[in-house]
């Protein structure tokens, strides 16, 4: 099952449909008693029981660029930090032993095509799979982990390194969370959806261009702690709520990282993908 928000209101996408061309139904018109897009993670079993009853005979094109997040209001945001070998290597650390855990803002979070302001700083990509909770819980298993996730997005956890850095010990949450600087979607795709288009949810290839040229591309099977794993570490402390974001961190290929280093800038266009779950495309604009 694949979901968006779309202007507001909570959007059934149409299996097997082309994810840059998507074709859906409004939940709420096909009888389902909600059109709140973040409200459904609370509903989550009983939501999906209910798509599975709907046919798609009377879909409608659904235009990208007016997706909003598919999480507009999450209660919780979880960025994980330095999750991938070679980004922990390139940052110039050593390989976590538990997860680096920050938040990004949910006032930070914006649909998957559109405009986003630059900050005053050294703006700055970073590629993530989400995964966003359905059923909540604490102490949950390792094991049990994926039967919590309601699904999976795309994110980039856009990056000011300036107010990030500006003093010791490093500000993430205020970094990570200038307006536009969590775009995510273009849809919440389910891990059994994945495993129907032939495709492992732990193992998936994720990537971003700027102006057409890759800067990074990794497998989520690369992560030091797996979606169950980052499910079972965050709920050993937190009790995780339904809607609840996951950024589950970022592979190699910062701009931080290159030489010279390299930030976006006003005019550039960075695209983002996943297997299976789709792109974003956001386009920079000037502070002013
Ligand atoms: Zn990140």
Redesign the pocket.
């Known amino acids: 099952m694949r979901i968006a928000n779309l202007d507001g209101r909570l959007v059934l996408l149409e299996p097997g449909a082309d994810p840059d061309e998507p074709r859906g139904i409004d939940a709420a018109g096909a009888g389902w008693p909600d059109p709140d897009p973040q409200a459904v993670y609370a509903r989550w079993d009983e939501f999906r029981a209910w798509a599975a009853t709907v046919s798609f005979t009377d879909t409608a094109r659904v235009d990208l660029a007016a997706l909003g997040p598919v999480t507009p209001r999450p209660p919780q945001v979880f ?3 330095l999750n991938y070998r070679d980004h922990a290597a390139e940052s110039g650390f050593a390989l976590p032993t538990d997860p680096v855990v920050f938040t990004k803002y949910p006032s930070s979070f914006t649909g998957p095509v559109g405009d986003i302001r630059l900050s005053p700083g050294n703006v700055d990509w ?1 590629v ?1 799979l989400v995964a966003v909770i359905g059923a909540g819980g604490h102490g949950i298993a390792e094991a049990d982990g994926w039967d919590h996730v309601a699904g999976l997005t795309l994110g980039q ?1 856009l ?1 000011d390194r300036v107010t990030q850095f500006a003093a010791p010990p490093a500000q993430f949450g205020m970094g ?1 969370s200038y307006p536009g600087f969590s775009p995510v979607g273009p849809a919440l795709v389910t891990a059994d959806e994945l495993r129907g288009d032939g495709l492992d949810p732990d193992d998936l290839e994720l990537g971003c261009r700027v102006n057409g040229e890759s800067v990074q591309k990794g497998r989520t099977s690369a992560m030091i702690f797996s979606v169950p794993a980052l499910v079972a570490k965050l709920s050993a402390v937190v009790t995780l709520l339904p809607g609840d974001v996951v ?1 589950t ?2 592979p190699s290929g910062i701009g931080a990282s290159m030489t010279p280093p390299r930030f976006l800038a006003e005019g550039d266009e960075l695209v983002s993908w996943c297997t299976g779950i789709g792109g974003l495309r956001q386009r920079f604009v000037s502070a002013r």
Do not use: M
């Open positions: 960025g994980i930090g970073e993530e956890d990056s990570k950024f961190g970022t």
